[in-house]
């Protein structure tokens, strides 16, 4: 298909050639062939990128967070300009340099930021930082700046997370990558999942970030209480970053097993740094199922996970909190999806016909503009002719 795409210039030129001969200049057809194969091939790949960018989640927790207080400082400036001098003696406009005070005093309004825990520094709102230092129950910590102030000194005021898993404060951040899973599911044996597939299975979409960028990692039919919740956040932020790892549990109420196959289709296998958990339980929040998939090349967690409860027992979403607290650093090994580089992305049939339809329109509109633009075998150098009587 691409080489189609390559055929239709010189097809173009072919029509050109023999049906408009006289009115071309033999560098328009490099005006048209060249141009239409660049426009194939940035058609073609980022098609053929976008089909294979996903989207990962990462965990991490702030470690303080800071007031700049505001504060001026007055900048020492010269500056020139160009005086007018009256004229010499031809009449010209004489002009000399002229140096001048241009001192300024600049003036820094108030700063709040948060940093986390691979030092990563980030503005916030003053809310925010009020909310965060208050979770955090320690004192704010005085920092004096030491700034060349002019008449405002602004200092700093820092507040401190003590390690307290109860009041960390966690954070989601998305970004970007490569996976060519995307676009070859049926090599791993990923079924499409249709809206009504998923509408029948009660099928779950990635949680949206909240206002305070953070993210649920339990997408529930059933009440989980906040601080279980918390509890799964902690684990998302303090392995995220440095065990590459991430976890979602989805609970239904009284689902066929076949429901986690279908929302292990409906993500392509999850992310590559996700362990996903499916469970399923009765009217009495009693286990009817569990079934765990991630990306592992060893699957320890996801078979222990799958057993980590009898048939009918109570829902302990704190026992898994802390099996996973314990084995997490032991056993969690994230895949690296460089492993897929040897699969050949193809692009759908419509990616090819918007490739073909807009490389056609090019050659159209350029072939028309080469006719009409008054550059032909008499005339090659386009100059519009007068004739005089």
């Known amino acids: 298909m691409l080489i189609l795409g390559f055929l239709i210039p010189f097809i173009a030129c072919l029509i050109l050639y023999f049906g408009f001969r006289h009115a071309i200049v ?12 660049l426009l194939t091939l940035v058609l073609y790949f980022s098609l053929k990128y976008t089909g294979i960018t996903d989207t990962e989640y990462l965990g991490y927790y702030v470690t303080k967070v800071c007031y700049y207080e505001p504060w001026n400082e007055y900048i020492h400036r010269t500056c020139t300009r160009e005086v007018y001098d009256g004229t010499d003696s031809e009449g010209n406009a004489k002009y000399h340099t002229e140096t001048y005070d241009c001192s300024y005093v600049d003036y820094h309004p108030a700063e709040w930021t948060m940093i986390n825990n691979i030092n990563h520094e980030t503005y916030i709102s003053e809310d925010l930082y009020n909310y965060i230092c208050q979770r955090f129950g320690t004192p704010k910590r005085f920092i004096d700046m030491h700034r060349h102030y002019y008449t405002i000194d602004g200092d700093k005021y820092e507040c401190y997370f003590n390690g307290d898993r109860n009041r960390m404060y966690t954070l989601t951040d998305s970004h970007y990558y490569k996976n060519k899973i ?4 049926s090599i791993f044996n990923y079924s499409e999942v249709s809206d009504q597939d ?16 953070d993210q649920c990692p339990i997408m529930s039919e059933v009440y989980v209480p906040k601080y279980v919740i918390d509890s799964f956040k902690y684990v998302n932020a303090y392995y995220g970053g440095k065990y590459q790892f991430r976890t979602y549990v989805m609970i239904w109420k009284d689902a066929p097993i076949e429901t986690s196959t279908y929302q292990e289709d409906y993500f392509v296998g999850g992310n590559k740094n996700e362990l996903c958990i499916c469970i399923s339980v009765n009217g009495a929040n009693q286990i009817q199922w569990v079934r765990a998939f991630s990306w592992e090349d060893k699957p320890d967690l ?3 996970i799958d057993h980590l409860w009898e048939y009918g027992a109570d829902l ?6 802390r099996y996973l607290i ?9 895949k690296a999806f460089a492993d897929f580089e040897y699969i050949n992305v193809m692009l759908d049939t419509w990616q090819w016909i918007i490739i073909l339809i807009l490389t056609i329109i090019y050659n159209i509109g350029i072939s028309i503009y080469i006719i009409k633009n008054g550059y032909t075998e008499d005339n090659p150098d386009g100059l519009t002719r007068r004739y005089y009587y």
């Not at 005006?31 to 239409?36: A, E, N, R």
């Not at 314990?326 to 994230?334: A, E, G, I, L």
């Open 198 to 213: 998923k509408k029948d299975y009660r099928l779950f979409d990635y949680p949206d970030f909240s206002y305070k960028n």
């Open 182 to 185: 995307l676009k070859s599911k």
């Open 302 to 304: 996801e078979v222990e």
């Open 326 to 334: 314990q084995n997490v650093p032991k056993k969690w090994h994230r």
């Open 26 to 37: 033999w560098w328009e057809y490099i005006v048209l062939v060249f141009p239409s194969i």
């Open 316 to 321: 302990d979403l704190m026992k898994l909190n």
